[in-house]
């Protein structure tokens, strides 16, 4: 049998993009030097498959609904660089990376540029490494050489520990109720990208798949005797176009891939609050009157409480769900009960689903004008099981159907005093993948863009409120999802199942969401399904939750039990405490989210993020990071009131947040857990702004401003800068906001702290307090004053 060969010759460079072609054959080769760190390659046959992208937007908050031009390089940099080609290899070269490819099959290997070095961090698989010409069959591959020493994180969603490597994963978004978090794949998300870190070398690189096909990524555990070892992408349709994002250092990958894929959203502040929620209450026959009681437990418990989500029983005719449909037996009358949760200070999210049931009062209309998608004849409208009966999805790459759902969203909701959508079951369980979706005018199958209509439908519900409430910052929740969707939402993990392992793999799912540019993210605190949580496991769960930019107890108790902070009334004095905590680092957590908006930088954070030197944060462990100087230790193990916790190695070393303790980075230490608090440490040096006030269900709104200060115990410097805005409509757009700057110096024998504002935005405060551990006796000089011994200092602004 003769070889065959796969020779490409180059045959063009233009505008930073050099051209081969098959020499033999249909295929194409493009590759695109876009950034220093970022060269993109592109293989497909005669012509692409999809010439749109809707998922890579450098730096934009937003783009059109008909996508970008896939070709489009615009957006980026585009710097200068060297190539070579000959008859056998092409050599492209930035400051930064270097890749060579093999022009037999165009195998790429590629080298990290340290001063004079030259260092390879990946190559593709010398045997076969593409599909092409489907000599591997149907569908889109690509092998990469795999290293025992390499760790893998990243692909969004994925249940298990946080490195992936040995492991195997379906990319396909599905509606897995009661999922096991250790163990469940696929999940809801469909986020193709991954970093890949060599732990002899300390150098990552990221690489990412525009394609929204059902794919698979085996990390190591397939094996085959005639390739060595390799790992694999395969999806099922589309082009083969990835990015590869090179460090070296893994925060970098992570923000780069975040800014690729679009800005964070800018969301009001009070998204970050405690935000209730049970599919019991609308599945009520007395909806209303069950929702108002769970405003007047919040006033009589003093359980601050900023948004609630409204579930689909709202929806309801007979004992089913119908989108867009108010049950007026269950809530007559919906103004009233939004006007009297707006009175006590809290905003609504109203949950709607992308499909109609076959015997919605509105299917006829939208199959008359062809507004679902179509069957593979793209004559018939497509008809999938969906949650209570068979129906039909939106199809939001028809025109028509998009602005439909944006007049349905501000006409049923919006103008009900809704604040918020909650955009639910938006997986797109349509399983003939040769379905048809308008595709803007131009027809495509469903199974190439499965997770665009989930993704174009969050969009809708975007537009809608953006236009109907121009100044005010739109909010909106999604559960399935796609890189993208941290422009127009938050999510969180779906449906868990109630027990320890949930809470604690739960964790580590977050970190995957997070490490994949997804920040704004939470998980149903008490677990979703399964029996009520016990007491204790309660408590720990919203002592979790209470350190997530989404923080929302909800629950379809199997047991037909409900989740709230009041359940067990032994534990209510400590779910309030945590609660009324999280209050307290509001403005901690808002600047986190303006960072994430602004900075591209992850709110949760594995400590190895900002770690990187210290090996021993790669160790599989329960902490985590929210920002810098937050290492949050929860207790996931029934019985657990003293906890281990490993201490990055970091030459200020750590305080006990809860008993003012100093400890040494690089060590494990046994800290206090008991049931009333979370176990939580500061980085030394670091500086906390919380909300000063005496803050109640009543007196929510009340703002004041204070600053934790943690000083270092020697020779050091810090600085923090607190972003202020109104929280809530669009004037930041105009350069209405203002920054609160502490810098804090430190030696043997002073701590010197100096507060300065600037900015249009007047503050809603003129002082502020300056709080330093109880255990701190150094001299204190503030503004250039010397100050009194003490703990807490008023400083005028």
Not at 74 to 87: A, G, I, Q, R
Not at 412 to 421: P, V
Request: contains cysteine.
């Amino acid at each position: 049998m003769i070889k065959k060969n796969y020779n490409f010759i180059f045959e063009k460079y233009e505008d930073n993009v050099l051209e081969f072609r098959l020499k033999e054959g249909l295929a194409v080769a493009k590759v695109f030097v876009l950034e220093e760190d970022m060269i993109r390659v592109l293989l497909y046959e005669q012509k692409l498959k999809l010439d749109k992208t809707w998922l890579v937007a450098p730096g934009m908050e937003d783009i059109e609904k008909e996508g970008r031009d896939r070709l489009d390089i615009s957006p980026f940099t585009l710097p200068k660089f060297n190539y070579e080609v000959d008859d056998n290899s092409c050599t492209i070269e930035t400051t930064k990376m270097k890749v060579l490819f093999n022009l037999d099959g165009m195998k790429a290997t590629w080298y990290y540029k340290d001063g004079e070095d030259e260092i390879k961090f990946a190559n593709d698989r010398k045997t076969q490494a593409y599909n092409l010409e489907n000599s591997l069959g149907e569908g889109v591959y690509h092998y990469l050489e795999r290293n025992l020493n390499e760790q893998y994180y990243g692909l969004g969603e994925k249940s298990g520990n946080s490195d992936r490597h040995g492991k195997r994963y379906r990319m396909m978004s599905v509606d897995p109720m009661g999922y096991d978090a250790e163990t469940t794949d696929p999940l809801y998300k469909h986020i193709p990208f991954y970093i890949t870190r060599n732990k002899d070398t300390g150098i990552s690189f990221g690489i990412f798949y525009d394609n929204l096909s059902t794919s698979i990524f085996d990390m190591g555990n397939e094996m085959d005797n005639y390739h060595g070892k390799y790992r694999m992408y395969n999806a099922e349709d589309g082009d083969l176009d990835y990015y590869i994002i090179l460090g070296p250092k893994m925060k970098h990958i992570t923000q780069r891939f975040s800014w690729l894929t679009g800005k964070t959203i800018l969301t009001p502040k009070w998204s970050i609050g405690y935000s209730g929620s049970t599919m019991s209450y609308t599945d009520a026959p007395n909806a209303q009157e069950q929702l108002q009681n769970f405003v007047k437990d919040c006033k009589e418990n003093d359980m601050p409480c900023d948004s609630f989500q409204l579930s689909s029983g709202y929806t309801s005719i007979g004992n089913k769900r119908y989108v867009f449909n108010w049950n007026r037996d269950k809530v007559p009358t919906p103004k009233e009960m939004a006007k009297d949760f707006h009175d006590n200070g809290i905003r609504l999210c109203a949950n709607i689903k992308p499909a109609l049931l076959i015997d919605h009062p509105m299917y006829g209309e939208l199959e008359q004008k062809k507004m679902f998608v179509q069957d593979r004849s793209g004559e018939n409208t497509e008809v999938a099981q969906f949650w209570d009966e068979l129906g039909a999805y939106i199809d939001f790459t028809n025109p028509m159907a998009f602005n439909w759902w944006k007049q349905q969203v501000t006409e049923k909701l919006l103008e009900y005093g809704i604040d918020s959508t909650w955009n639910d079951n938006n997986e797109y369980e349509i399983w003939d993948a040769e379905a048809k979706a308008n595709g803007f005018g131009k027809e495509i199958n469903i199974g190439q863009i499965r997770p665009l209509q989930s993704l174009l439908m969050m969009k809708a519900s975007y537009e809608a409120q953006k236009e109907f409430a121009p100044d005010l910052r739109p909010y909106l929740i999604s559960r399935s999802g796609c890189p993208g969707m941290h422009r127009y939402v938050q999510t969180w993990s779906g449906d868990n199942r109630t027990g320890y392992n949930n809470l604690k793999f739960n964790i580590k799912m977050g970190i995957g969401l997070s490490l994949s540019g997804v920040y704004n993210i939470g998980h149903d605190v008490g677990g979703f399904s399964g029996m009520a949580p016990e007491p204790e496991l309660f408590v720990r769960w919203v002592q979790n939750g209470i350190f997530h930019p989404r923080f929302t107890i909800h629950s379809w108790n199997d047991d037909a039990t409900v989740n709230e902070p009041w359940m067990y009334p032994e534990m209510t004095q400590f779910i309030r405490s945590a609660i009324k905590f999280r209050t307290k680092i509001t403005p901690y957590l808002y600047n986190l989210v303006y960072r994430a908006h602004s900075y591209y930088e992850p709110m949760i954070r594995p400590t190895f993020y900002d770690f990187e030197s210290d090996k021993k944060t790669f160790e599989e462990c329960d902490d985590f990071m929210l920002g810098e100087d937050m290492l949050v230790a929860s207790v996931v193990e029934k019985g657990q009131f003293e906890r281990n916790v490993y201490l990055p190695a970091y030459d200020d070393g750590w305080y006990d947040f809860n008993t003012g303790i100093w400890y040494e980075g690089g060590q494990e230490v046994t800290i206090p857990a008991p049931l009333h608090y979370t176990p939580l440490l500061i980085k030394a040096g670091g500086i906390i702004p919380i909300n000063d006030a005496e803050v109640t269900f009543e007196t929510k709104g009340n703002d004041e401003r204070g600053f934790m200060l943690f000083p270092s115990r020697g020779c050091d410097e810090s600085e923090y800068s607190l972003y202020e805005d109104d929280g809530l409509t669009n004037d930041y757009r105009k350069g209405i906001y203002s920054f609160v700057n502490v810098k804090m110096t430190t030696d043997k024998n002073k701590v010197e702290i100096n507060i300065e504002t600037h900015g249009k935005y007047e503050l809603p405060y003129k002082t502020v307090k300056i709080y330093l551990p109880m255990l701190e006796t150094r001299e204190v000089i503030i503004n250039g004053v010397k100050k009194k011994r003490e703990n807490i200092y008023k400083v005028q602004l």
